[in-house]
C-alpha cells in the first residue's frame, strides 16, 4: 500500500497561483506513475496531470496545458503540481495518485488507471 499524503490547497482569486504537494515514499517515485485527479461534486473525476518514475514523461488534461505543471523532487520525495492563472473552473478537490509503473510512458490521465490515492486538498478560485 502507497501512503499519500496532499497538502497546498486553499482560496485564491482568478488568476492567481498554487502549488499542491504530494508526500510519498521515494521507492513510489521510482517504481509508480504519479498523477494529479480533480473532482468537483456532482461531476466525474477529471485527471489532470500524470509523470512517469524519477520525473520522466509528462501528460496533460487539454483543459490545464500551459498553465498547471507537474514536477517531481526526489530529494524531498515530493510530487508537486504547480497551477498558476487559476480560473474558476479549477475549483475542485484534487487528489495525488499513484499506478506501479509497468514500462513504457505514463501517459493515461483516465481516474480508473490509478490504484492509489491521497485524501484530497480542496481549491477554490473565485
Known amino acids: 500500500h502507497v501512503q499519500l499524503v496532499e497538502s497546498g490547497g486553499g482560496s485564491v482569486q482568478a488568476g492567481g497561483s498554487l502549488r499542491l504537494s504530494c508526500a510519498a515514499s521515494?521507492?513510489?517515485?521510482?517504481?509508480?506513475?504519479m498523477g494529479w485527479i480533480r473532482q468537483v461534486p456532482g461531476k466525474d473525476r477529471e485527471g489532470v496531470a500524470v509523470m512517469g518514475p524519477r520525473g520522466g514523461n509528462a501528460n496533460y488534461a487539454a483543459s490545464v496545458k500551459g498553465r498547471f505543471s507537474i514536477s517531481q523532487d526526489s530529494a524531498s520525495n515530493a510530487l508537486y503540481l504547480q497551477m498558476d492563472n487559476l480560473k474558476p473552473e479549477d475549483t475542485a478537490m484534487y487528489y495525488c495518485?499513484?499506478?506501479?509503473?509497468?514500462?513504457?510512458?505514463?501517459?493515461?490521465?483516465?481516474?480508473?488507471?490509478?490504484?492509489?490515492w491521497g485524501q484530497g486538498t480542496q481549491v477554490t478560485v473565485s
Open positions: 521515494s521507492t513510489t517515485f521510482n517504481t509508480y506513475c
Open positions: 495518485v499513484a499506478q506501479r509503473w509497468h514500462g513504457g510512458a505514463c501517459i493515461s490521465l483516465g481516474p480508473s488507471t490509478f490504484s492509489e
